[in-house]
Structures are given as structure tokens and as C-alpha cells.
């Protein structure tokens, strides 16, 4: 099956810069690939994703981007705002079956 | 709309006490599915219904039933409760391949 691996584990930022999460996957079939953020307490909840036909997807100031060759994606998140802090989860898979990564936790310092 | 309705919240049982989860969304989606989280371990897919009438196991099935009882709900039944089940759950929906809206999630402790 397959497995994604995500790095780093924790993450703090100061606000206003930049936040970087990336994701590697095994199986070459995965063709989805959605970022779940997860506030303290909360469900997750769909923040943005691509398709493995389209290399790089952009909302506001969060762009996901995807290297099917490598087998790696990313998260990107600028100028962070202290309501970017939570958890963060990549995912891929083909069909019915996501894997998870094991989570981001973002901290933004004020 | 309530989008993913599950109870119980919290839930704490002992070592082989038995206990349904229930979800029912109210989207019209055609997929659902069980998820647990764990620290450092992600989510983790327990069992998934791609359409009414069937399920499918998903990553860590063992020790876990499902019932897709109609296009609205699916429960989780824990036969056999042991401590390695202690989790958080989070059943959710798709109506497009994948794209998840999840519950609020269930605590469950085993003791």
C-alpha cells in the first residue's frame, strides 16, 4: 500500500515569514494529493489539493506543489498569521484509500 | 446542514466491553469512512464504504466491524475492546473520489 512520509515534524515560524511542509509517497498509481489542516480539538478539515495531472496549485497565500517523478509534494504557506497555527497532514492515494503523513505542528510566533 | 454527525463524543470502556460508533451524514455523499488518530501516527483508515452496500478494510482493520446500514450512516463496532484501541475516531464523507469532510471526531479510552 502506500505510505507518505512527511517532514518536519515541528515547525515554528515567526509571523510574516514563510512555512514549508514536505511530503514524499510511495506508490507511483497515488493521482491525489489534499493537505488537511487541524486546529487544537478540531476535525480535520481540506485545505488544498492537486491532482497528479497539474504540477502546482495556488490559493491566496497557501500553493501546494507536486513532483510526480520524485514522488514528493509540498505545502507552502506565506506571510504566516498566528491563526496558521495547528497541524498540518498530507495525504495521497489512488482511489478510495488516502494515506496520511504523520503530521505537521506549526507554531507561528508573534 | 449538520455535514458529519457522530456519537458518541467520549466513550470509556473496559477490556472486552463491545461499543458501536455511529456517523450518518446528511451531504448525499456516496463514500464514507472510519479513520483513527493516534499521536505522531497521522490518520490511519479503518474501514471504508465506497457506495451503499459495500465496505472495504482500510489500513488497520483488525479488531473492527462496520455496517453501512443505508446511504446516510455507517457504524463502527468494536467487538472486543483492548487498550491498543484507545484512540480518537473520525468518520467521514466524499461525494467526489476523496475529498474528505470529517466528524468531530470520538475520544475512546480502553482501560
Known amino acids: 500500500g502506500e505510505n507518505v512520509e512527511q517532514h518536519p515534524s515541528t515547525l515554528s515560524v515567526q509571523e510574516g515569514d514563510s512555512a514549508v511542509i514536505k511530503c514524499t509517497y510511495s506508490d507511483s498509481a497515488s493521482n491525489y494529493f489534499p493537505w488537511y489542516k487541524q486546529e487544537l480539538g478540531k476535525r480535520p478539515q481540506l485545505i488544498i489539493d492537486i491532482r497528479s495531472n497539474v504540477g502546482e496549485k495556488k490559493d491566496q497565500r497557501i500553493a501546494v506543489t507536486l513532483n510526480k517523478t520524485a514522488k514528493h509534494f509540498s505545502l507552502h504557506i506565506t506571510e504566516t498569521q498566528p491563526e496558521d497555527s495547528a497541524v498540518y497532514f498530507c495525504a495521497a492515494g489512488p482511489d478510495y484509500k488516502l494515506s496520511f503523513g504523520a503530521g505537521t505542528t506549526v507554531t507561528v510566533r508573534a | 446542514n449538520a455535514g458529519v454527525t457522530q456519537t458518541p463524543k467520549f466513550q470509556v470502556l473496559k477490556t472486552g466491553q463491545s461499543m458501536t460508533l455511529q456517523c450518518a451524514q446528511d451531504m448525499n455523499h456516496n463514500s464514507m469512512y472510519w479513520y483513527r488518530q493516534d499521536p505522531g501516527m497521522g490518520l490511519r483508515l479503518i474501514y471504508y464504504?465506497?457506495?451503499?452496500?459495500?465496505?472495504d478494510k482500510g489500513e488497520v482493520p483488525n479488531g473492527y466491524n462496520v455496517s453501512r446500514l443505508n446511504k446516510r450512516e455507517f457504524s463502527l463496532r468494536l467487538e472486543s475492546a483492548a487498550p491498543s484501541q484507545t484512540s480518537v475516531y473520525f468518520c467521514?464523507?466524499?461525494?467526489?473520489?476523496?475529498?474528505?469532510?470529517f466528524g468531530a471526531g470520538s475520544r475512546l479510552t480502553v482501560l
Open positions: 467521514a464523507s466524499s461525494l467526489s473520489i476523496l475529498v474528505l469532510t
Open positions: 464504504s465506497a457506495s451503499e452496500g459495500t465496505t
